[in-house]
């Protein structure tokens, strides 16, 4: 029986809640297109953990405060300024940075001490980080599930959410701040500087193999454990860096993903062809639920029918069955 140390049992629960937590907050970026928003925030919380450290707080409280606030000014930026998002988030880019280097050098922090933040250190968790970072876990996971349906319909498309009566504002702003808690969270296990490649690959290597959003959610979940539990294994006996070592393996999980994904769609798309007779016709998964007006899920007219929001999907009648639009 292999017993492990101490440190490596935090390190694997940590890399565990981390893989659970980046790509569910993840997939939500990805279907807003806002890929890149957990590498601009994890500047942004640069500047939180050089305030903790000169002030002597807590550096993952500040981290979680600054980030927060900071990703929340951007999407007011976005919203009420007209900024595109690519803007928006440069300025959150030279921002963070310029922060965090100003106050790394009036704290006088050490090199070793800021690469554990940049770069990961899960070797380093203590049981009150880890504690700490099962708590934020838990918070991120039963928004980003719970309230599943509204953030699907604000990513997807915010004129659809507005016009199903979804406050599209509040719900954007709960998105940027689980986003900020979510860099927070996985600062630790891989870093500041690469936690976003755990937000975005695990997502686009489950878009590969998945077919809908619920799906495409489930396996992202699944494939972030698988990445960041073998990434520290991996660490462990090889004696690199935990962080690389994590991103290493997701993006060669996607690598085998990518051909065998443009092979099943060309299969998904030549069944549907056949059964089908015409092109673009995508029937939704089987469920006895049947729309109608009194369903309780959201609807809105389109053209000549009715499309409403179930499980992530958007469903509208066609004969006896729906279709996925």
Do not use: K, N
Not at 19 to 42: E, H, K, N, S
Not at 177 to 192: D, I, K
């Amino acid at each position: 029986m292999i017993v492990l140390a101490d440190f490596m049992q935090r390190a694997l629960l940590a890399a565990l809640l981390t893989g659970l937590a980046a790509p569910a907050v993840g997939t939500y970026l990805v279907q807003r297109r806002l890929a890149l928003m957990g590498d601009g925030i994890g500047h942004v919380a640069l500047t939180g953990v050089a305030l903790g450290l000169l002030t002597g707080w807590a550096p993952v409280w500040t981290a979680v405060v600054v980030a927060t606030l900071g990703a929340v000014a951007i999407e007011l930026l976005r919203e009420h300024g007209r900024a595109s998002a690519d803007v928006a988030l440069a300025m959150l880019f030279y921002g963070g940075i310029a922060g965090g280097v100003l106050l790394v050098g009036l704290a006088g922090i050490s090199a070793a001490t800021l690469t554990t933040y940049l770069f990961g250190s899960v070797t380093t968790v203590s049981v009150g980080d880890l504690v700490l970072i099962a708590a934020l876990t838990v918070v991120v996971l039963v928004l980003c599930i719970g309230l599943r349906p509204q953030l699907f319909a604000v990513c997807q498309d915010e004129e659809f959410a507005r016009a199903a009566g979804i406050p599209v504002r509040v719900y954007s702003m709960l998105i940027a701040a689980m986003a900020a808690v979510t860099v927070v969270v996985a600062m630790r296990t891989v870093g500041l500087l690469m936690v976003s490649a755990l937000m975005v690959v695990p997502v686009a290597t489950a878009q590969q193999l998945a077919r809908g959003f619920r799906a495409t959610f489930s396996l992202a979940l699944l494939l972030g454990v698988a990445a960041s539990l073998t990434g520290v294994t991996l660490s462990y006996y090889v004696d690199v860096a935990p962080g690389a070592a994590i991103v290493v393996v997701a993006l060669f999980g996607f690598t085998l993903a990518w051909p065998a994904g443009s092979l099943l769609r060309r299969q998904r798309f030549a069944g549907q062809r056949a059964e089908t007779g015409r092109r673009g016709h995508v029937a939704a998964e089987e469920h006895v639920h049947e729309h109608d007006a009194e369903c309780g899920h959201p609807g809105v007219p389109h053209d000549d029918h009715v499309d409403y929001l179930h499980g992530g999907h958007l469903h509208a009648r066609h004969g006896r069955h729906y279709d996925e639009h």
